[in-house]
């Protein structure tokens, strides 16, 4: 046969069963295609189960052979599209993608309860006058805990450091399908000189937090009504929201567990080996 | 000029200054090139910034042709590829792709001080003997509160309602670069006869809570040690997580909101207008 002649996809196997091919040299659709028919003749007779094609968009000319293959899109990133094709007759049981982004908002007081506000440039609040808590999104593989501790530095030049988690939300079709979680996090100052450098800045300032409050954009929303009464709640000294502690995995890998530490931080931290 | 006589692609602008064009009937790759050229030249004209393209999987043949016109891609799902042209000279402010997963676990437990447990076929954990908790993924466009109560419901027949996020942890690289958010949430069982039908669960029962949390697997792993004893901390009545609330925004989209309640509840939920 035809097919056998023709050297298989160079492949690393996953560890659910699967392999994964990687194309990292320029070729003829043509020939990618038949080397890709010989491959996954190959992965089948192995007994894999689910085939991928890490594609960077560089080989752009060879999607439109894997897919005639039978592949399916997975996820892409800037660089690369990611395909998957699975083997056995049974309904797969990839892992799904990516479904949610993640953004970050900051409660920033300082010892004159006042609050650290911005106005932004750009965006639903562009040119609007309102003045609004420094937010941003994690970076991919970013923690929560450094990532609004890096936005208010970014945004206001203020050196912070994160306290705790007061609430989250999420809310769907945020952007194309996709949903969003988004934490409020209280952080604790470290410096008080204001100095913004983001483009998508307008100003920046220190506000008493009741005037904060008492602005319409927040009174007349029921969620951001909420988070501020939650804040003013903890400013004194009534609410307790979730801390964070960094625990090790069998693997290795470092996590941040977020948990209310009100009552259980001096049991745990007491078994806690670090 | 020739690109002037040829029909620009069909688009809708968005919210942020950027037009999508969508692709839904096949064409020749050659054609698609310069209508594409036609429509960038256009939206430049008209003062753009993001241009987006959505290329459902079936025209396929077309990525070549955006990828070499200077598109990138920006997301995928399995039946379309979406990419992206920055138009103007400036930075590019395009929202970032989903970043994360989500996953949920659930804590379960009877009026006897037993905590519903499964052993999973498949995985890590299959065939180890190992009694988990019932963990799965939240589905695109689910709530957190709602996706757990499905999972433990498939997995264990058992029905339950949704009391609070116990703790979550943040992950990296759970998933090619991709990270993960995984929610412990309490619920309350509603009936207690189990009746597995998952493909994935071998066995699952009630457990003295006791028990599991003597199993080497949980006392080994800090992460799940961490988490049993916040379990137990919980039912001895000394821990409050995060409750839900659903709050509608000024666009009239619905949100859960997830904190503390234990001191607030009765002040925000006096102002909640329902």
């Known amino acids: 046969m ?8 160079s492949a690393e196997e996953d560890k659910h069963g699967g392999v994964i091919l990687t194309v ?8 990618f295609a038949s080397k890709l028919k010989a491959s996954m003749s190959h992965w089948k007779q192995q007994g894999k189960k689910g085939m991928w094609i890490n594609l960077p968009i560089q080989h752009s000319n060879l999607v439109d052979s894997a897919v005639k293959a039978g592949f399916r899109y997975h996820h892409a990133e800037p660089d690369y599209l990611m ?3 699975w083997i056995p007759d049974t309904p797969d049981t990839l892992p799904a993608n990516a479904s949610h982004r993640v953004g970050v908002g900051a409660f920033v007081i300082n010892s004159k309860r006042e609050v ?29 805990c ?35 979680l988004f934490f409020v996090c209280m952080l604790q100052p470290r410096s008080f000189d204001i100095q913004s450098q983001a483009s998508e800045i307008e100003a920046a ?5 009741e005037d904060y409050a008492a602005q319409p954009f927040v009174q007349e929303n029921e969620l ?19 801390s964070s502690i960094c ?26 080996h670090e």
Not at 24 to 31: G, I, P, T
Not at 117 to 143: C, I, L, N
Not at 205 to 209: A, I, L, Y
Not at 251 to 266: E, P, V
């Open 116 to 144: 650290l506000v911005v106005q932004e440039s750009d965006g639903r609040f562009g040119g609007t006058g309102v003045w609004k808590m420094p937010t941003g999104a994690v970076d991919e593989g970013e923690d929560i």
């Open 146 to 180: 450094n990532a609004i501790v890096r936005e208010v530095k970014e945004e206001t030049g203020i050196e912070t450091e994160f306290v705790e988690v007061l609430a989250f939300r999420q809310s769907h079709e945020s952007f194309f399908q996709k949903s969003d």
């Open 205 to 209: 300032k220190w506000m008493p937090v």
């Open 224 to 242: 951001f009504d909420f988070i501020a009464k939650i804040c003013l709640t903890k400013l004194d000294g009534n609410y307790t929201g979730f």
């Open 83 to 85: 395909l998957v094709y």
């Open 247 to 272: 625990t090790s995995t069998s693997s290795g890998k470092r996590t941040y567990l977020y948990f209310n530490n009100d009552t259980i931080a001096s049991h745990l931290l007491a078994s806690k």
């Open 2 to 9: 035809e097919s056998e002649k023709i050297e298989v996809i």
């Open 24 to 31: 990292n040299k320029s070729m003829d659709s043509l020939f």
